[in-house]
């Protein structure tokens, strides 16, 4: 039996999960509020610091859930907001702290992004590093 009612929003509920879950491992974290708060953390960075049409082509390979979180207060007027990868790291470790996740930034910026790159298409995952300035792209895992 399906929980909603509605086999799309089971999916992507499940997908979210598995999402959620990969970084509660990987960060080995004792519960998935800390892992939403990782990803929340790297993924509203990301969306900030992308030109829109790369914010946009980047959303359409979310699942709808992880998606609605993308867009959780977007505004597209002055985008990207131009910072560098220290500011980068900043804000996610603004976005850390708030959900009590211990980690460094780094550590949380590479596993997200692994998780990211093995759910999206690898010429989007690549669309997102090359939109970003340089020193943002040597933040990203090998």
């Keep these: 039996m399906s929980d909603t009612g509605l086999s799309t ?7 979210t999960n598995t999402w959620l879950h990969e970084i509660e491992e990987e960060l080995h974290l004792d519960d998935r ?19 829109v049409d790369e914010a946009m082509d980047l959303a359409s390979e979310l699942p709808m859930l992880i998606r609605g979180l993308y867009f959780e207060g977007y505004k597209a007027a002055n985008k990207p907001v131009k910072y560098d990868a220290s500011e980068f790291l900043v804000h996610v470790q603004e976005e850390l702290e708030s959900g009590n996740v211990t980690h460094s930034p780094n550590e949380v910026l590479h596993v997200v992004l692994g998780v990211m790159k093995r759910h999206i ?17 040597k933040l990203w895992p090998n």
Excluded: C
């Design 9 to 15: 929003f089971d999916k992507t509920v499940q997908t």
């Design 33 to 51: 509020q800390k892992a939403y708060h990782a990803l929340r953390g790297v993924l509203l960075n990301l969306r900030d610091r992308l030109p």
């Design 121 to 137: 298409s690898d010429g989007e995952a690549r669309q997102v590093h090359d939109a970003m300035p340089k020193d943002i792209q």
